[in-house]
């Protein structure tokens, strides 16, 4: 058994929304404890390169499928453009 201290503004959201859900103080506090136990772990588990940048992946994509086997020759002729003008 654990009992909590609470300051007056938390006591009266914990009652507010204790009211409008029609839920015990006491569920409320236990899903939220669930819930912030929950964040900790997703926040500790440690994240591949793959999924810190997932959302990025094809994100900008030029639609030419050559640009990883012919940048050399893109950027010689580049190059060659800038400094013959």
């Keep these: 058994m654990v009992s909590v201290r609470l300051d007056n503004m938390l006591e009266?959201?914990?009652n507010l929304v204790s009211?409008?859900?029609s839920k015990q103080k006491s569920q409320i506090i236990k899903e939220a404890l669930v819930y912030y136990f929950d964040m900790?772990?997703?926040e500790a588990k440690e994240k591949t390169s793959y999924e810190l940048g997932k959302e990025l992946f094809g994100k900008?994509?030029?639609h030419d499928?050559?640009?990883s086997t012919t940048y050399k020759q893109?950027?010689?002729a580049k190059l060659h453009d800038k400094?013959?003008?």
């Design 60 to 62: 900008f994509e030029s």
């Design 19 to 21: 009211a409008q859900l």
């Design 74 to 76: 893109k950027l010689k």
């Design 65 to 67: 499928g050559s640009l």
């Design 83 to 85: 400094n013959t003008h």
């Design 40 to 42: 900790l772990k997703s």
């Design 12 to 14: 009266n959201q914990l």
